[in-house]
């Protein structure tokens, strides 16, 4: 995951007290401008810094302290940007034309969205951002009690993915669901105080405020969206009968009996390991650190600073899930993990450090506004493309020395594992997208009814008899970082248009599904010099064409996951 600390922002500062004369008609206009973002970046790059380093401790350290400082600091950059006379000078700027130049104009569009979404009541900001400061210390902090005993978890994972016994499994999902009850109430309140400044700024609700200032169109969106459910559908239906009959087998009771504990995981968001594939077992006593950092080398991708700035095991306190933040877009960008010797773990240091590359290899040329990536979906992208490789089997005998006879073994079972991941997490995707956004639409209906509801249409998983409790609130994204989950599959769709390209025109190959681009420096370059070099100087869309041939389209997932 790519953190977005400024969540009711985007992470450009302009000076508070930077006070602009009225605008005359003899002065040019983008040479005010150019003094407007050369005032600001001088003056925020310290605050941003210092916020994103702050927000990296209090993960750590998981104290109450530090997370208070942290917002402290997030609320002096809302603050800046609710400036109303900045955002009129910005206001006049855009509607006067004058911008020809392109990255003054891509600059301005940024800027302008960035106040826009803040022109609302300070007092109102810095609410919604203590709510969500003390959501996401609830989330790092809390600890199921299984068996009387306080686990993490990673724990709670081992406990649901390696168990054979209803029960166990069924205590342990139910005791992690247990935060819902706690975090609910507070999620609602945030949810209803997000959606009153988006009103206020004339949009009909956050979820649809949220995409329409990222360059996003919702109804485009929701197209991607129903295209992929019809694209998935039928392949997933057969998966799923697959992996009923698996479980059953595992658990020793009627398929008609499955219920989501079963499922290996807390939302079914991740595969069942249901292949004569044992892919943990490759990983077993395995450096993962120093496996990431030797893959990323073999490309040309040196990631040893990043590592060395970074927090990668677990420690009491600490936030157990995983992010990549760039703390000063200057070159200090780090990694919060909590590595386990596993496939999970594996995958995921891949997937994080494929953010850290491509923040580290922005052009740092570019305005502070557009050191960033295309779009939060593009750096998805990249996380997912490296993330995928764990199970490739050519990849396990470049950097874990298997055989021949070995990886011929497990090629098509590896393919076939990482398939039943991609279509497993598309159905979770759905149900996310669509709850976030019903959810934003409607925030007093029932929203324990509506989670399960589309749980059980797209993931096909049966309610729990009689449950009614807030199973939704216990996803930290849909409190932490709203109306961004979609953006996870556009990741996945456009990871496997770069696939094809870099399959087809630089490993000169066919084979879609075993590339490990190991040793490859020319994919390293590709990489740096079309997808992460233009930082945000481009819309999305412009930059996926001009390094692929195409805009984004999902022909590429569909032709290696579903056809």
Known sequence: MKKNLAILIIPVIILAACKNKPVQKEENMEKQFVEFVQKHETAVKPIYRDMCDSYFKASISGAEEDYKKSAELELQLTKIYTNKEDFEFLKKVKESGQIKDEILARELDILYNSFLSNQADPAMLEEMINMSSEIDRQFSTYRATVKGKQVSDNDIEVILSSSTSS????????????LGPIVSDDIIALVKKRNELAKSLGFNNYHEMSLKLSDQDPEEISKIFDELDELTKQSFIELKSEIDDYLAKKFNVKKEDLRPWHYQNRFFQEAPKMYEIDLDAYYKDKDIEKITVDYYKSIGLDITDMISNSDLYEKEGKNQHAYCINIDKAGDIRVLCNIKPNYN???????????????????????????????????????????????????????????????????????????????????????????EKSMYENPDQDLNKLWWDLVEEYQMLKRPEGRNMPDWATKTHIATSPCYYHNYLLGELLASQLNYYISTNICKSNDFNNQSYYNNKEVGEFLIEKIFKPGAKWHWNDMIKNATGEELTAKYYALQFVD
């Open 345 to 435: 773990w594996m995958n995921t240091m891949l997937h994080e450090f494929g953010h850290a590359v491509y923040d580290k290899y922005i052009d740092r040329e570019l305005p502070f506004a557009l050191i960033d990536p295309a779009h939060t979906f593009t750096t998805e992208a990249i996380a997912m493309l490296f993330g995928r490789l764990g199970s490739n089997a050519q990849w396990m005998q470049d950097m874990l020395g298997i055989s021949d006879k070995e990886k011929e073994k497990i090629r098509d079972l590896g393919f076939k594992s990482l398939r039943l991941e991609q279509l497993v997490f598309s159905r979770w995707a759905q149900v996310m997208y669509r709850f």
């Open 167 to 178: 029960a166990e499994v069924e205590e342990a999902w139910v005791e992690v669901k247990k």
